[in-house]
């Protein structure tokens, strides 16, 4: 059974970071490729970041280009987001997600397992 599970969310300040944590267990992410997205209520689950099984290769969404980065330890099999510059409009619940093929996607329908979610607040 594959299970995804986030860690590192909480309430933050504008302007300030977050690092999220995506555990993989079950079976290796190695050859997959692995994303972030983000939903508030209401809406649908955005594209936050994606990831190449090895690492070389990413792609983030323009609203946190320049803010967000998106890396994994494979000899973990951990898959990180920073935050930083963090602002009002970043709240929502985050989630991992891994699909089964080696290539990178920011639509959701294209992911095959997610984590829980966990929830990032920042005031203002």
């Known amino acids: 059974q594959v299970q995804l599970v986030e860690s590192g969310g909480g309430l933050v300040q504008a302007g300030g970071s977050l690092r999220l944590s995506c555990a993989a267990y079950g079976r290796t992410f190695r050859t997959h490729a692995m994303a972030w997205f983000r939903q508030t209520p209401g809406k649908e689950r955005d594209f936050v970041a994606t990831?190449?099984?090895?690492?070389?290769?990413?792609n983030v969404a323009d609203s946190v280009k320049g803010r967000f980065t998106i890396s994994k330890d494979n000899a973990k099999n951990i898959m990180y987001l920073q935050m930083n510059s963090l602002k009002p409009e970043d709240t929502a619940v985050y989630y991992c997600a891994a699909r089964t093929t080696s290539f990178l996607s920011s639509w959701s329908g294209h992911y095959d397992y997610w984590g829980q979610g966990t929830q990032v607040t920042v005031s203002s």
């Open positions: 990831i190449s099984w090895d690492g070389s290769s990413t």
